[in-house]
């Protein structure tokens, strides 16, 4: 029988802590957790003092290319890395690799010099699209040989054409890793939010697995069911049953038939998420309810009309400048909308309710704008903790060859 150990991890880019909290969730103690963002170390800092579960975590205030990864070799199991999304976003600049926020550079310096048994990276979906096609293969690259070191002034180019002569030659100096990557909507694994993140999992060739990637926790048919077939959710929520939408007759009639709908519990909806927080006051903090005052003026236009009630929420931005329109904001049946409170955001990206958000309303907005969902990040690091415990690994580095410049 496999032998449980303690297990240890470094965290980049770590923002309001999503990533960190969900592989501090899943049992591993960090080593670091590494962050530029003054408001967000903030954050941090004041809730390392009030949850058990970031009790002890070393914040480092600091930007990811000045720190020293060295002391970490041969102690850390898992390198997690939430590298800035913007360059990729389809919300963003679409810079990709120009933009001076890519920070994939300095996820392989973390992995070339640590060398951890497993690595874990999330990005935004659009980091999959065809514009970007030949950099994702890059990245790959990089991760399956990182040792194979870049030469100065040539460019990821030409970075990319050494890594692919030596992983097609299986001419590998140094570490070898099997890399596997997987597009996840965070509704599937029950956050009630349709977020779409691509998620890169590394092993360690000698660990001798291959990540296969997560399994659905939650189901878009149960939800369906549970509203238009068996009236479940209305009654579990004592509300009045909506009439279903006649573009799902021919859907629902295909549920009526389909045990397999009930296989899996229901997606969570925004009236999940939000059950027991009271309808919040305009510029007014809750007494007992952190981060939960409102905030007037929102307003509905064409591709920003607010996520409905019964159904996940739409995806939650950051913004370039604060609270993007309709993303972040609740629209009811008679077309109202209102902005959400940063507590009903943290609600959907499932942080705990006793985690306090420090700054402005906007600055809350964009920690959980950019924040990886902790129940779903939790979902792969507990995965991934599964496989290894299940490995016969030796926590050590491998022995280091001589890297190829």
Not at 115 to 129: D, T, W, Y
Not at 167 to 182: E, F, H, L
């Amino acid at each position: 029988m496999a032998v449980k150990r303690s297990l240890s991890s470094l965290e980049l880019f770590t923002g309001a802590g999503g990533l960190a909290l969900g592989v501090a969730e899943a049992g591993y103690h960090h080593e670091a957790v590494v962050e530029w963002n003054h408001d967000a170390c903030c954050s941090l800092r004041d809730n390392s003092t009030r949850l058990r579960i970031m009790r002890g975590w070393p914040i480092f205030e600091q930007d990811v290319r000045d720190y020293d990864f060295t002391c970490h070799t041969r102690s850390v199991d898992l390198i997690a890395a939430g590298a800035p999304c913007q360059p990729f976003s389809l919300g963003g600049k679409h810079g990709g690799f120009r933009d001076d926020r890519n920070m994939f550079p300095e996820v392989f310096r973390a992995v070339r010099e640590v060398l951890p048994p497993v690595v874990v990276v999330e990005n935004v979906k659009g980091l999959l699209r065809t514009a970007f096609q030949e950099y994702f293969d890059y990245i790959v690259a990089a991760l399956t040989a990182p040792e194979i070191l870049e030469v100065p002034g040539k460019g990821w180019q030409h970075h990319k054409a050494r890594l692919d002569v030596a992983i097609g030659t299986g001419k590998i100096p140094g570490a070898r890793y099997n890399v596997s990557y997987q597009l996840v909507n965070a509704a599937n694994y029950g956050v009630p939010q349709r977020r779409e993140r691509v998620f890169i999992v590394a092993f360690r060739e000698d660990v001798n697995v291959t990540w296969t990637g997560l399994r659905a926790t939650h189901s878009e048919d149960a939800l369906l069911h549970a509203k238009w077939i068996s009236g479940d959710y209305w009654k579990e929520h004592h509300i009045r049953p909506l009439a279903p939408p006649t573009h799902l007759a021919t859907r629902l009639q295909r549920l009526r038939s389909n045990s397999e709908a009930l296989r899996l519990p229901r997606w969570r909806t925004v009236r999940d998420a939000l059950e027991g927080l009271p309808e919040p006051v305009d510029y007014k903090e809750h007494p007992l309810i952190h981060n939960h005052a409102g905030n007037p003026g929102a307003r509905s236009y064409p591709g920003h009309t607010g996520s409905l009630w019964d159904e996940p929420s739409k995806t939650l931005k950051a913004g370039d400048h604060g609270v993007p329109g309709g993303e972040n904001m609740l629209r009811s049946e008679d077309g109202s909308v209102r902005y959400l409170t940063v507590r009903e955001a943290a609600r959907i990206q499932t942080f705990p309710d006793d985690y306090v958000f420090k700054g402005a309303w906007s600055e809350g907005f964009r920690q959980l704008g950019n924040a990886v969902p902790v129940r779903l990040a939790a979902a792969v690091a507990k995965d991934v903790r599964r496989i290894l415990n299940d490995s016969a690994l030796e926590t050590r580095a491998p022995s280091r060859s001589k890297r190829v410049a």
